[in-house]
């Protein structure tokens, strides 16, 4: 089955800050990768997704790359924000296999 | 509200009792999913549900846990002869578009159960 490993398990970084997050995954018939943000007492939600016939996809201050070759994707967050401190999940997913999760990564955005 | 409701959102329970779980997904929403996610975790995927229909059952730790959802709206899930070990946060979440397409799940604020 699907194996994904997320790194770095913890990051901080000074507001204004950029923060990458990536993500590995094993098998290479997954084709949608999700990034969720999961706040304090909250349920995961999501920030942005890509495909598999894309290779970078963007949102404002958010953007995700995807490497198919490599099997991996990352998350880039630019001119960080207090209210970006969270838990960043990513998912690897194709049709007859469910969504499978990373760890997470918690982010700190330092004043 | 307009989201995914799951009630009870704590429940303390004795080792050995039988616990329910409940998920009242978006109006409309064709897949329910149920996760457990560990504190530091990641979502650990359960089972799912395609309308009533349960699809993959594949993550179900034992036969001490199952699911339902009899008419496509509401799940249950149940966990029987309760473990210290199924102490966690149970997350429901629901999409709509089925299975076969990739779709935005939308979780709900989950179940913390504790056993004690």
């Known amino acids: 089955g699907e194996n994904v490993e997320q790194h770095p398990s913890t990051l901080s970084v000074q507001e204004g800050d950029s923060a990458v997050i990536k993500c590995t995954y094993s098998d290479s018939a997954s084709n949608y990768f999700p990034w969720y943000k999961q706040e304090l007492g909250k349920g995961p939600q999501l920030i942005i997704d890509i495909r598999s016939n894309v290779g970078e996809k963007k949102d404002q201050r958010i953007a995700v790359t995807l490497n198919k070759t490599a099997k991996h994707f990352s998350l880039h967050i630019t001119e960080t924000q207090p209210e970006d401190s969270a838990v960043y999940f990513c998912?690897?997913?194709?049709?007859?296999?469910?969504?499978?999760f990373g760890p997470g990564t918690r982010l700190s955005v330092l004043p | 509200g307009a989201g995914v409701s799951q009630s009870p959102r704590y429940k303390v329970t004795k080792r050995g009792q039988d616990v329910a779980l409940r998920c009242d997904p978006i109006s409309g929403h064709v897949s329910l999913y149920w996760y457990r996610q560990a504190l530091g975790q990641g979502p650990e995927f359960l089972t799912y549900?395609?309308?009533?229909?349960?699809?993959?059952k594949s993550g179900l730790p034992n036969d001490r846990f199952s699911a339902e959802r009899p008419e496509g709206s509401i799940s249950t899930l149940t966990i029987q002869r309760t473990e210290q070990r199924d102490s966690a946060m149970y997350r429901c979440a629901s999409s709509t578009q089925g299975h076969a397409n990739t779709g935005e799940l939308f979780f709900g604020e989950g179940s913390r159960l504790t056993v004690l």
């Open positions: 549900f395609n309308y009533e229909a349960q699809q993959d």
């Open positions: 998912a690897a997913f194709y049709y007859g296999q469910n969504f499978v």
